[in-house]
């Protein structure tokens, strides 16, 4: 897979997949993730990426022609599954559309910033537009790398045990169940006995009855 995060401010995301499982995942060959500086594409010796509102009111608003031109130059070298826009006002993401888009080649993910896009983009480049929750950030590039890490640890080899994605929250419209390590007994505070059982059908089980009852105590709305 590769990812293609188009962006003015790419040291934001510098340090973000040079690190744990992500850096691992492109080390092993499982993703390549390149970060592009909009400013490279600018059409002015100042690099100048944003303008005012037609219309007036407050904030600048990223201009159509540097992203249009880099959109361009990468739809020239391949072809990409779905260019996204993160947004506000766009699809909320979940582990869904996480698994959907871990089987796709190549994504392009666009990061706003000031008061977003010039409208022109989402119409005529977008062809999928993700939010991370009901609120705003400063800019896109959080939201793009909690979208790149959802999906690139679903990628088949990225994890020493492939079995541990299956097994996370929402897999199956559950919440996980509790987990504990070791000591067994911390200050009085014991591992249910049953974890320590060895009884693999009856640990399945208990698990699956706290997925469940956590989930109908926390997210019910996630139950038919």
């Keep these: 897979m590769r990812i293609d995060i188009i962006t003015c401010l790419p040291r934001l995301l510098d340090s973000f997949f040079e690190h744990s499982i992500l850096k691992r995942a492109q080390e092993g060959g499982h993703v390549e993730v390149v970060v592009h500086d909009l400013r490279d594409y600018s059409l002015n010796k100042q690099r ?52 959907r888009l871990s089987l796709t080649e190549n994504l392009i993910i666009l990061c706003g910033h000031y008061k977003g896009v010039d409208e022109r983009v989402r119409t ?38 492939e079995t541990s994605a299956l097994t996370d929250s929402f897999q199956d419209n559950l919440l996980a169940p509790p987990v504990y390590t070791r000591p067994a007994d911390f200050e009085g505070w014991k591992v249910p006995d ?15 009855q706290q997925s469940l009852e956590r989930t109908q105590t926390r997210r019910p709305d996630l139950l038919p």
């Design 194 to 208: 049953i974890l320590l059982s060895g009884h693999e059908a009856k640990i399945a089980d208990w698990r699956f």
């Design 48 to 99: 100048q990426v944003d303008d005012y509102a037609f219309g007036g009111g407050a904030g600048m608003v990223l201009t159509i022609e540097p992203i249009a031109r880099c959109i361009r130059q990468l739809q020239s070298e391949r072809t990409y599954d779905e260019v996204i826009y993160v947004t506000p006002d766009g699809e909320r993401l979940n582990q869904k559309t996480s698994n």
């Design 124 to 161: 005529h480049f977008i062809t999928k537009e993700i939010s991370i929750g009901d609120y705003v950030l400063s800019g896109g590039e959080l939201a793009a790398c909690v979208i790149a890490d959802s999906i690139i640890r679903l990628i088949p080899g990225v994890l020493n045990d």
